[in-house]
């Protein structure tokens, strides 16, 4: 995915004559979000456009991605708050962080991230997820390399991109609509009231006049109060502009960060905790959100609040995901149980992101026993291994992946739900004994449940 | 800041976000809970109303400028 070339050579012909504009030339140098030709947020589009790779590519690449432990979701949610808006106005993080990001350096952090998933899925053991993440990491890598980008290069300047204090492009005022001036009746966009006849002929005459120097006209107040021109436009586009939602994002980061500090000083430590446990996140997110609401208020009339409302939303998720499961108790990467006592499985087994492997061979189980044992992750594998000489039933449930009880049973695909039941292997050879233990054998309910992944239920030998 | 145009859908965003971000502090530091099932569907009518609102106030706005 680093692929750090503009659109150039690479770029298919028939959208290069399509868009000649100099705003089209912008927005494709620039890697910025398309909302005209976006799905969701413009995301794919914009990355499409800047590097000549159809968007399609780009969505598939972050859906097949987001098998792997999500990375997709997080990655695309990086790239939204990496790219700059349709318009060319500062990303989201190009604002709080008040530097510039080229989208060189977007595409190589990008590049970076899924770098970084891959490496953090392998520490849990090489497997499927791992193959969902490396082979677009190698594609992307080899198109980057064979549109002439040194990978080598861009890795030893990232840093230096990142710590460059250039500071971030300015948000561009609100267009004008062509429709407010007309020559033909100056007046017409003037305020309701007396119309000052001198006003509107000393304005005339100035739009006539072939002089370009507009310095002079600026200090009289009447000419403050006109209707800007064609020409005006671009001046004022070459002019800089002021920073427009920059300060009131600011001032709000400042409360939140101030918030933040107050929480740690009152829990007398820095945790997550302090912050995500169910105790807190409904204060401190409550809190978060509020400042966000107010900035909203205060950016009706006053700054452009441009980028708050989402952040908003995010942090309104995260204090529900807070407020109903203890986000503190997530667990990422490898998990490996293996209870050796009944009392060891009463509280359900969770894994946030990752693999996890329950070993249910060494439990004992009293003929007739019945146990539940609950397992929950959140994106990743499941490996449950049961001993064949115990009833299994399997209530299993996945978002989005793959559910497989032994050999008998494989889902593929989205809203799994799967119940059925492994009889003890054990007590199969038809005789009186043999299906008394059967009728004794233990019965282990097993529920599973996923967001998304790969569940396996597995007979061994006890 | 600059003085600019009202931007009521921000408005609406705002009222929306300081009654949520309310609700979780109450539920925080009082006794009453805010029912979490509700929040995400109100969440979500909410942002829906925003962009009916940008949208109106768009489509009012120009037609305005190009009758005057």
């Known amino acids: 995915m680093v692929d750090g070339e503009p659109r150039d050579e690479a770029r298919a012909p028939e959208s290069a004559a399509a868009d000649t504009s100099p705003a089209a030339g912008a927005a494709e140098r620039e890697l910025r979000r398309d909302d005209a030709a976006g799905v969701i947020t413009g995301v794919a589009a914009g990355l499409g456009r800047h590097t000549g790779i159809d968007p399609v590519v780009w969505r598939t690449a972050f859906a097949v991605t987001a098998l792997g432990g999500g990375t997709g979701l997080w990655l695309y949610a990086f790239a939204w708050l990496l790219m700059r808006d349709a318009r060319g106005g500062p990303a989201l993080l190009e604002q709080l962080l008040n530097r510039r990001l080229s989208g060189e350096a977007v595409l190589a952090l990008l590049g970076g991230g899924l770098a970084l998933g891959t490496a953090f899925n392998l520490i849990g053991g090489f497997g499927w997820t791992t193959l969902v993440l490396a082979v677009p990491l190698v594609l992307g890598g080899l198109i980057a390399h064979n549109r002439g980008v040194d990978l080598s290069r861009v890795a030893r300047q990232l840093p230096e991109w990142l710590t460059k204090r250039e500071p971030p492009p300015n948000a561009p005022g609100s267009e004008p609509d062509p429709a407010y001036y007309n020559p033909a009746q100056p007046w017409a966009a003037a305020p309701s009231g007396p119309i000052d006849l001198a006003v509107v002929a000393r304005q005339s005459a100035a739009r006539e006049a072939p002089d370009p120097d507009d310095e002079e006209d600026e200090d009289s107040g009447e000419d403050r109060e006109r209707p800007p021109r064609p020409k005006d436009r671009d001046d004022a586009a070459a002019r800089p502009s002021p920073r427009r939602g920059v300060s009131l994002l600011g001032v709000s980061a400042w409360i939140v960060a101030a918030l933040t500090a107050v929480v740690f000083v009152h829990a007398g430590g820095v945790s997550v905790g302090a ?77 946030g992101v990752g693999q996890a492997r329950l070993d249910l061979t060494a439990l004992p189980l009293e003929p007739g026993q019945e146990v539940t044992v609950r397992v929950r992750v959140g994106f990743g594998s499941l490996d449950v291994l049961v001993p064949d000489s115990v009833r299994t039933v399997v209530h299993g449930r996945a978002g989005f992946g793959r559910v497989a009880l032994a050999d008998r049973v494989s889902q593929l695909g989205v809203g799994l739900a799967l119940h059925d039941t492994l009889e003890p292997v054990s007590g199969s050879g038809g005789d009186g004994a043999a299906e008394e233990a059967v009728s004794e054998a233990p019965t282990l309910d097993l529920v599973l449940d996923s967001y998304a992944g790969d569940l396996e239920v597995w007979h061994v030998a006890a | 800041m600059s003085r600019r145009s009202a931007d009521w859908a921000s408005l609406v965003a705002g ?7 309310l609700a979780f502090v109450v539920s925080g530091t009082t006794a009453w809970e805010v029912n979490v099932l509700w929040v995400l569907p109100v969440l979500a009518i909410g942002l829906g109303l925003v962009g009916v609102v940008r949208a109106l106030v768009r489509s009012r706005d120009r037609p305005d400028r190009r009758s005057s």
């Open chain 2, 15 to 21: 009222l929306l976000f300081v009654l949520l971000g």
């Open chain 1, 275 to 351: 912050l995500l446990s169910p105790q807190a996140a409904p204060l401190y997110l409550g809190g978060v959100i509020t400042v966000c609401g107010v900035v909203l208020v205060v950016g009706t009339w006053a700054v452009n609040p441009r980028g708050v409302a989402p952040v908003a939303a995010l942090v309104t998720v995260l204090a529900v995901a807070a407020t109903t499961t203890d986000l503190t108790q997530l667990r990422f990467g490898d998990a490996r149980w293996r209870p050796a006592a009944v009392s060891e499985v009463r509280e359900p087994f969770e894994l």
